[in-house]
């Protein structure tokens, strides 16, 4: 018998293309204040809550109104659901400088984002990471 060691950095290593897919055209629909997730979805979504790679990914979706969405299931999502919780590493962070990057941000969304969750770190990360 052997016992082989877990890296849980793995886990993070690739996004699973298929569930951002399914994630963003849920994104593309979602409406409203209230974050309701089936138990498949939820069970679908969780890992990219956590992931780590939303900086790059970010860069390839469109259109802006599909970020400004996640940005808001994300917050809504950290709230509700205590396996969503990433703190200073939420991918709401990643998702805010891309559409900074894009000059495509409201200032709306920072209001928003703050009425709706009580992550310090949200929309802009840590203060830290800024400098």
């Known amino acids: 018998m052997s016992v082989d060691t877990f890296d849980p950095s793995a886990m993070n290593a690739v996004m699973d293309e298929d569930t951002c897919r399914e994630l963003c055209a849920f994104a593309a629909r979602f409406e409203g204040d209230q974050l309701q997730l089936t138990e498949a979805e939820l069970a ?14 970010a860069q390839t979706i469109e259109p802006p109104s599909v970020l400004e969405a996640l940005i808001k299931i994300f917050t809504l999502g950290e709230m509700n659901y205590a396996s969503w919780a990433a703190g200073d590493k939420s991918p709401v962070i990643a ?4 559409l900074k990057r894009r000059e495509a941000y409201d200032s709306s969304i920072t209001k928003w984002v703050k ?3 009580t992550n ?3 929309p802009h990360g840590s203060l830290m990471d800024r400098l």
Do not use: I, Q
Not at 45 to 54: D, I, M, N, Q, S
């Open 44 to 57: 679908r979504f969780t890992p990219l809550a956590v992931h780590a790679g939303w900086a790059e990914k």
């Open 120 to 122: 310090r770190f949200l």
């Open 95 to 98: 998702l805010v400088k891309e």
């Open 115 to 117: 009425a709706h969750t």
